[in-house]
């Protein structure tokens, strides 16, 4: 019961922080790019809520526009990564032998990379950019859905209800699409909640490096990077950022936990 | 937490510590082209001349000096000048350090500025001549090149020099350690010593600062620390005028960019006023041109650029580019800002960006680290982009970034700007010797400069000292130099 709780929490604050970034500009109080340079550092008045940073920008309504940035990044390389992943997971999973080697060995080198290092490389030629970020996180992100949908696969295509197919002579793209995948969804699932909670983190990082966003779209990593030089005369720069980062994975985690657990109390 | 406090006791007794933000590259003065690194230098190595703290050349090694024509200088050196290693410093070592200097195979970055250097001759037992092929009045900035011993050879190890303070150790990357010279003619330092800590971070050389391990710091600091600093380590803040002026590079070779109502367009836009004031906090003033008040051939009545968003947009209207919507989103024409990852500098891109858009122009910032993006200046691969020349002392330095033979790689016209009248003068100005002639010519030059705007000025960085009461007798120099530390005591 608790643990159900704590996943209808969770989801609720996601469900509440994708709202907040379709809903940016109607919320937010001021434009997120508009300066007042006479108005900086200001910590909290009627008009700033979280006050303003040093181009005299409220805090409150970056803070929003930030979320869209973080999200849309996140679901983008979630998606790009998952897509990829599964494609190469059920290559090598359902086929097996040399392709499976082959494949799952690509996956090993590429594992063997701090991914947060290599992203930084990446972006760091490419340039800063969104589209980078994105690409960036995608290069090592889709082999950990690769490793799982092949694992799976393995297991499952030994099932009783999957060599009953085949004897009813069911083709393998028919096997993997209407067998095989359905029982992928949970895992998966499960899988890309905590993806989405890492490539929030891994952008915030990349944009802290200043080779996230370019200034100044607001983004929660680079509005720490613009505080930090500042944690002395006015830390109210990096608190909300950051606090929103923090807010966001947390709750993406108890999505994950909570999912987990509903997934093995019914394979059990 | 021991790891926090380390740093009070590698520091020996009655030596000063300057919290520096890059570490010195190469303390040779015949290489040296970092600013620390020549900051550095001087306190290691003198020179025939020196420039005090109003940019006048004073005599240091020199006893008494000359110029004999536009061609010939002579100097008469001081007796008994010794290196750190007991030698005497003998005008053999003056010859030898500019012909090493000149020897294209030790690739000094510093040969090109000799050019005109013909002949070194030995007049007498402590006097010498240098002939010049063709009168070159700015030649004699050359003069304050560090004087190293004969023999002296490229290496990793600075040569021993004959200032103030020797060299006491270097760990690469950390800190550089000089040492009082107990001989110097002039007199022995008060200090024992000097760190020169290098802490890349602001805010860590304040925190630093905060905890008693840094005494000294100049420049490169977030101008918001300062009042913090003020109140929160009792330290000693004080703003001095400067000379590195900044500036918006401008390619000439672009078809919006060389229309010069569009740069005059941008001259009215933007509101340096406000930028100082809010984003510097009052840590530079507003600049008409490259060089600054404190320059000799500074000329008085070059008009200043005054902030008017309405006669800019009437000026961009007249250059053929009508706002396509008023004041709605579409920008008369875009244009891309190139600029180093620095926090300030990024900030100060930012601003820039909205007073532009307000006249329609839609700027496009790139950030980029330092090496990408200098390499880009150079190879004139920018709309715009915006840097500081420091340490100006001659007004010959308008050749180097003006004039139309002056193109990378032969000089730092970067902007490829051509114009017939402004190379003319400033032919002129080199080799015109008389120095109230000179003022005219340069009086034309920034005339001209300040209309046409090659580039657009922004302001002069003022000198910011933070230090603790305890030191006392330092006197700030303009270009940033840390000479007056031979006679600062800590108490």
Redesign the interface.
């Known amino acids: 019961m608790a643990s159900k709780t704590w996943l209808y929490a969770g989801a609720a604050i996601v469900s509440l922080l994708i709202l907040i970034a379709l809903l940016a500009p109607a919320i937010a109080p001021h434009p997120p790019?508009?300066?007042n340079?006479?108005n900086?550092?200001i910590a909290y008045s009627a008009d700033h809520w979280l006050g303003t940073d040093?181009?005299?920008r409220d805090i409150l309504s970056r803070t929003i526009y930030g979320a869209r940035i973080s999200l849309s990044v996140g679901f983008a390389t979630v998606a790009l990564s998952l897509a990829i992943g599964l494609a190469i997971g059920s290559l090598a999973g359902y086929l097996g032998g040399w392709v499976d080697l082959l494949l799952m060995r690509l996956v090993d080198i590429l594992l063997a990379f701090p991914g947060i290092l290599l992203a930084i490389a990446f972006t760091a030629v490419l340039?800063?950019g969104l589209d980078h970020v994105v690409l960036a996180l995608c290069l090592i992100g889709w082999t950990g859905y690769a490793r799982l949908v092949r694992g799976e696969i393995i297991a499952l295509r030994e099932r009783e209800f999957i060599h009953a197919a085949r004897a009813l002579g069911a083709n393998p793209k028919r096997v993997i699409a209407r067998h095989l995948l359905p029982n992928l969804i949970a895992p998966l699932l499960i899988q890309a909640t905590f993806g989405l909670a890492a490539a929030i983190i891994a952008e915030g990082s990349l944009s802290f490096l200043?080779l996230g966003v370019?200034?100044?779209t607001p983004s929660w990593g680079s509005m720490l990077?613009?505080g930090?030089?500042?944690?002395?005369?006015?830390p109210h720069l990096t608190t909300y950022p950051g606090l929103a980062i923090m807010i966001t994975v947390f709750a993406l985690n108890l999505v994950g936990d909570g999912l987990q657990e509903r997934f093995q109390a019914r394979s059990r | 937490m021991s790891g926090c406090r380390s740093n009070h006791d590698d520091r020996p007794a009655d030596y000063l510590v300057v919290g520096i933000e890059s570490h010195p590259i190469q303390l040779d003065p015949r290489y040296a082209t970092d600013a620390n690194s020549v900051r550095v230098g001087n306190l290691i190595y003198n020179s025939l001349l020196r420039a005090d703290d109003k940019l006048r050349l004073q005599p240091e090694l020199a006893e008494s000096w000359r110029m004999v024509d536009g061609r010939q200088y002579e100097f008469t050196l001081r007796p008994n000048v010794k290196f750190h290693d007991g030698r005497p410093l003998t005008v053999a070592d003056v010859k030898y350090t500019f012909e090493s200097i000149l020897d294209p195979t030790n690739q000094s970055p510093k040969r090109g500025q000799l050019k005109q250097l013909a002949a070194i001759e030995q007049t007498a037992s402590h006097q010498l001549r240098f002939h010049l092929s063709v009168a070159h009045a700015p030649f004699v900035e050359q003069f304050t090149m560090g004087i190293v011993p004969t023999g002296s050879l490229r290496g990793d190890t600075p040569p021993p020099g004959s200032g103030p303070f020797k060299l006491e150790s270097i760990e690469a990357g950390a800190k550089v350690t000089l040492k009082a010279n107990a001989d110097y003619w002039e007199n022995k330092p008060k200090l024992a010593g000097v760190v020169f800590k290098n802490v890349p971070d602001a805010m860590v050389r304040a925190l630093e600062f905060k905890k008693g391990a840094i005494d000294f710091m100049q420049n490169d600091l977030e101008p918001d620390m300062l009042p913090w600093l003020r109140s929160n380590t009792g330290a000693d803040v004080s703003v001095h005028q400067g000379t590195t002026y900044q500036y918006i590079g401008i390619n000439l070779t672009h078809p919006i960019l060389q229309k010069r109502q569009v740069r005059q367009a941008l001259a009215l836009a933007i509101d340096r006023d406000a930028i100082i004031k809010h984003l510097l906090k009052d840590s530079a003033a507003a600049a008409n041109g490259l060089l600054s008040p404190i320059s000799w051939a500074y000329d008085t009545t070059v008009p200043r650029w005054p902030h008017d968003p309405a006669q800019a947009k009437k000026l961009l209207d007249a250059a053929g580019y009508p706002d396509p919507d008023g004041d709605g989103p579409l920008p008369r024409f875009r244009l891309s800002y190139k600029t180093t990852n620095i926090d300030l500098r990024r900030r100060i891109a930012e601003a820039l960006k909205e007073q532009l858009q307000k006249v329609g122009i839609e700027l496009e910032i790139r950030s980029y680290e330092w090496a990408t993006f200098f390499s880009d200046v150079k190879k004139g691969n920018f709309h715009l982009y915006s840097l500081a020349w420091v340490t100006i002392m001659d007004p010959d330095i308008e050749y180097q970034i003006f004039h139309s033979a002056s193109m990378p790689p032969n000089g730092d016209n970067r902007g490829r700007y051509r114009n017939s009248e402004v190379d003319r003068l400033l032919e002129q100005g080199r080799v015109e010797s008389d120095q109230t002639a000179r003022k005219e010519i340069y009086r034309q030059v920034q005339q001209i400069l300040a209309d046409d705007l090659p580039c657009v000025p922004l302001w002069w960085w003022k000198n910011v000292v933070v230090k603790k009461p305890s030191v006392k007798g330092f006197l700030p120099y303009p270009d940033g130099d840390l000479i007056s530390l031979k006679n600062v005591t800590l108490r």
């Open positions: 790019l508009r300066q340079l006479a900086d550092l040093k181009l005299g340039g800063p200043g370019e200034p100044p990077n613009d930090r030089q500042f944690l002395l005369v006015a």
